[in-house]
């Protein structure tokens, strides 16, 4: 959170949209996680979120990736 409310991010929103995680009810731990932005196929993703889930994956080691709506009239 340091790094989300840090004075050179005022004004940049770019925590993923969604959180996933799976759990193992057996050993009542979780499995794994991931964050997800969703887009549609023709929205872009900003310099900011790229750089959000470039920090989750390398530097947290944590899942996160862009997840496309495809929308159906």
Do not use: C
């Amino acid at each position: 959170m340091v790094r989300h409310n840090g004075p050179d991010r005022s004004g940049i929103y770019g925590p993923p949209d969604l959180y996933f995680w799976v759990t193992s009810k057996a050993k009542k731990t979780t499995k794994y996680i991931r964050f997800v932005y969703v887009k549609r196929r023709t929205e872009h993703l900003k310099a900011h979120q790229k750089a959000e889930i470039g920090f989750l994956n390398d530097e947290l080691n944590l899942k996160a990736r862009v997840l496309r709506l495809k929308e159906v009239n």
